[in-house]
């Protein structure tokens, strides 16, 4: 039970934090606030030491942002309990029932207890610590104790040790946060470009003695008055924002996640128009701050560096008239060099790309080019030098990839092309991209760049190959940059993005065979995905028209190129194993056609039978035990299995023709990244939903199903799945499948339950957030024989068993099923046939069902 006085202090506390927050909502001044918020917990804590006072000679300090003098509304506590010497019992008890009194506060607290020696080894072991330590504030007691931990933490405090450990620290905790200030979820206090960067500079700053606070920085040649003026504009979004989300949630949450962004849209007022959410203007705000403070972080990192550890009067070795090196770095002649000739900023960036010697931009270079970029307007981008040095940033043999990204940190690149800045910081609802619009199109281009690596070969065998034969790949960075370009304007953002494109051609005097194939790239860009995860590759018309498409190998191997790049490009949970596999096959199955002029079915289907025979021979099986296997099965199955599916099957199945019992059989695909199931047992009705039903209880996601029935009535299913994410013992899971999945065929003599699978997948955040319409298309194809069903949805738990149903409820024979997850959105295509079709009421009933399974109404 808690004694009075304390209940009283907690009131008290209470009631002063309630009236910082009513001013708050009244002013929205975010220091008023964290500071009216300490001083609430230092008046708690003067009052609560009369009750529970301190050992005579001890000091209680805050420490950490507490010690800043910042306190966020609901942000832990750190303070120190410093002591001359350890503790006795008596000292240490009254301590613990002084911690217990502000526990009971219902403070976050975070304290220790240490002497002053204990102090400075802890800290000379953990920067952590020492950094820390460096913001104790006083609170209480000794005041003289607390100076002489101060400065003996200056004593032993080395700034070229502290500057190289907080770098450190700095880059791991970039790595946590995705690396990038463009995260569709970021957290505004570690993220990069967030808070906890501009802090990093403070404590450089303070280690280096260029000042304690950012006025007194800017004091000094680091900042000048307008450089201050918009570095405090974007830490004071910040910390709004962070105060925000805490109010918002009613605890500590420095996250900006999905569901909580429309709310805080509302709170700052932003309403949303026909293309843009009021989230998206919010984010959009947010990464025009997280771009400012990666700026100033990056410039003034750099200038602490010299500061500390290069030599302010190093000889300079002169490159022209308008560049020169020092300490290995580049730098202008005169500071004012861009001012005189704009067109020195790009050469400036080819300089760097061309001299592997140098160490990136000096301090006062990067100083110089943030503040240029108000010289490229429209005279800058029609003068014919910049075009020529852009496109050649563009061919360079290497840092491509850093050159970019530099210039769109510095906002040189969306400056020079407007259209790319209406992209900068936009968000994408689609459920599977996990970057913005900018971020996204950079990393594609990494991914590009990628294939001409040798040191990625193994991740991308036939990208890389394919780039090493193909000419003038620098056009892919071209066809890259422009590819979602038009994205947010509503609209076919591919064909508003092959005028962009084919303007900027114009503008940079591209040869017209260069421009039409970046302009093709762009305009199709989701054209060969869309073809390999929704349409049926055994069909020689579906190759035929894509080939039709392509018209050439080159125009082919750049799409593919661009598309690898493009998928790897959205989250790291789209790509696999399967993807690339069907890309790979689109691919070759398209150069074929070109090399061929034609593909006829006849003449596939004696190719893969003479291919698939001299396979299982090698495999030591006869001719008369596969014959025997071969006589049960039609030209479909031939058509719609490749060569390796073929003699897999044979292998496993020639002696089980007429098996009373199921036949379950799986082999890894990729790097154990997918498992291929064949199912082979009499065929009944209900059995695409008793094994949609085993796989979504275990949370195995189906990729791909080939649905095939022998002459003779049995079934024979393949299927490509995934292992839940956890999950990697792919070789573990292919035995266990095999047993389980025909056993459970085996004693299943009824139709499945009428309940919910039992998996225990959640829905995503960003699909509750940011809900899409479910939509269904049934399509005749092959004049009403077979009919094309399209479905696009938000994944959840049990969705495919779901359909499953329906079909079965319907009497709908499944021939084929294509399964396209993209993050947390699911198309998938599904070829059926049966009479249900035949009548446009009983197909209305259908969709209808089918639409009901999507929205999760299923009876």
């Not at 050159?403 to 800045?421: D, E, G, K, Q």
């Not at 860009?525 to 590759?537: E, G, N």
């Not at 899971?733 to 339950?753: F, G, R």
């Not at 960003?766 to 194809?781: D, G, H, R, T, Y």
Request: net charge positive; glycine share 6%; proline share 4%.
């Amino acid at each position: 039970m808690q004694e009075p006085g304390v209940v009283a202090v907690r009131q008290a506390l209470e009631q002063r934090r309630l009236q910082a927050f009513q001013q708050f909502r009244q002013q929205r001044r975010p220091e008023t606030l964290l500071t009216a918020l300490r001083k609430a917990v230092d008046q708690a804590i003067h009052e609560l030491l009369r009750l529970f006072p301190l050992p005579a000679g001890a000091t209680l300090a805050a420490v950490g942002g507490y010690g800043r003098g910042e306190l966020y509304p609901y942000s832990d506590i750190d303070i120190l309990i410093l002591l001359r010497k350890p503790p006795s019992d008596e000292e240490a008890s009254g301590i613990e029932s002084l911690i217990a009194a502000l526990w009971d506060l219902g403070l976050d607290l975070g304290h220790s207890v240490r002497t002053l020696e204990q102090c400075q080894e802890e800290a000379a072991n953990d920067v952590t610590v020492e950094t820390s330590l460096l913001e104790s504030r006083w609170l209480a007691g000794d005041l003289q104790l607390l100076r002489e931990l101060i400065g003996a933490m200056r004593g032993q405090l080395d700034p070229q040790r502290f500057f190289q450990a907080k770098r450190i620290e700095m880059q791991q905790r970039h790595v946590r946060y995705h690396g990038t200030p463009y995260a569709l979820e970021p957290n505004c206090k570690e993220s990069p470009g967030g808070l906890r960067d501009l802090q990093i500079i403070q404590w450089l700053a303070q280690a280096a003695g260029l000042g304690n606070n950012w006025r007194e920085i800017a004091r000094t040649d680091l900042l000048t008055a307008s450089e201050f003026r918009s570095l405090r504009k974007a830490e004071l979004a910040f910390k709004r924002l962070r105060i925000e989300l805490h109010l918002l949630v009613g605890r500590r949450e420095d996250r900006v996640l999905f569901d909580l962004q429309p709310r805080l849209a509302e709170v700052y007022g932003f309403t949303g128009s026909r293309t843009r959410r009021a989230s998206e203007l919010l984010m959009q705000r947010y990464y025009w701050a997280a771009r400012v403070v990666s700026q100033f972080h990056t410039i003034l990192l750099q200038s602490i560096e010299e500061i500390l550890f290069l030599q302010p009067d190093a000889a300079t070795t002169p490159i022209d008239e308008h560049f020169q090196i020092r300490n290995n770095r580049l730098e202008l002649c005169r500071d004012d060099g861009f001012e005189r000739n704009p067109s020195l900023i790009f050469r400036s960036f080819l300089i760097l790309q061309q001299r592997r010697d140098l160490q990136g931009m000096s301090a006062r270079m990067l100083h110089a080019m943030w503040h240029a970029r108000r010289h490229i307007d429209s005279q800058f981008r029609r003068n014919p030098v910049n075009q020529h040095h852009f496109l050649q940033i563009l061919q360079q043999p290497q840092g491509v990839v850093h050159t970019l990204r530099r210039m769109s940190l510095l906002n040189i690149l969306p400056r020079y092309l407007p259209v790319f800045r209406r992209v900068v910081g936009q968000m994408q609802h689609d459920l599977f991209h996990a970057y913005t619009v900018d971020e996204h199109t950079l990393m594609v281009i990494r991914n590009i760049r990628r294939f001409t690596l040798a040191e990625y070969a193994q991740e991308h065998p036939l990208a890389t190959e394919l780039m090493a034969g193909f000419d003038r790949h620098w056009l892919l960075y071209v066809a890259a940059l422009f590819h979602d370009i038009a994205k947010g304007r509503g609209g076919d953002h591919s064909e508003l993005g092959a005028r962009d494109i084919r303007r900027f051609c114009i503008e940079h005097r591209l040869d017209p065979a260069d421009a039409e194939l970046v302009e093709f790239l762009v305009r199709h860009h989701l054209k060969l995905s869309s073809v390999a995860q929704k349409q049926d590759l055994s069909d020689p018309r579906v190759i035929r028209d894509f080939a039709t498409l392509m018209r050439d190998e080159r125009h082919l191997t750049a799409l593919y190129l661009l598309t690898v790049a493009d998928i790897r490009g959205t989250s790291p949970k789209v790509w696999n194993a399967w993807k690339g596999k069907l890309l790979e096959n689109l691919y070759r199955q398209t150069l074929q056609a070109l090399g061929s002029g034609k593909l006829e079915t006849a003449d596939l289907l004696a190719q893969r039978k003479d291919a698939a025979i001299a396979e299982i021979r090698r495999l030591g099986l006869s001719d008369d035990s596969r014959d025997r296997f071969w006589s049960q099965l039609d030209v479909a199955y031939f058509l719609r299995h490749d060569v390796s599916d073929i003699a897999w099957q044979t292998r496993h199945l020639y002696r089980c023709v007429n098996s009373p019992e199921p036949v379950v059989k799986t082999r890894i695909l990729g790097q154990h990244e997918a498992l291929q199931v064949m199912v082979y047992i009499r065929d009944r009705k209900d059995l695409f939903v008793s094994i949609c039903q085993y796989f979504d209880a275990r949370m195995i996601s189906i990729q791909d199903a080939k649905i095939h029935t022998t002459a003779a009535g049995w079934a024979l299913d393949t299927f490509i799945v995934m292992l839940p994410a956890h999950e990697k013992d792919y070789r573990s899971h292919a035995a266990l499948i095999e047993h389980d999945l025909a056993q459970c065929l085996q004693n299943m003599s009824q139709s499945p339950s009428d309940g919910a699978p039992a998996g225990r997948r959640r829905e995503s955040r960003q699909a509750k957030a940011f809900p899409i319409v479910p939509n269904a298309e049934l399509v005749s194809e092959d004049n009403g024989m077979t009919w094309r069903l399209s479905v696009s949805a938000a994944d959840r738990p049990g969705l495919l068993y779901q359909l499953a149903r329906v079909f079965a409820r319907h009497e709908a024979i499944l021939v084929m099923a294509k399964i396209m997850t993209l993050g947390d959105r699911v198309e998938d295509v599904f070829i059926l046939r049966g009479k249900v079709f035949l009548q446009p009421r009983f197909s209305g009933l259908f969709e209808r069902d089918i639409l009901a399974a999507l929205l999760g109404d299923a009876k």
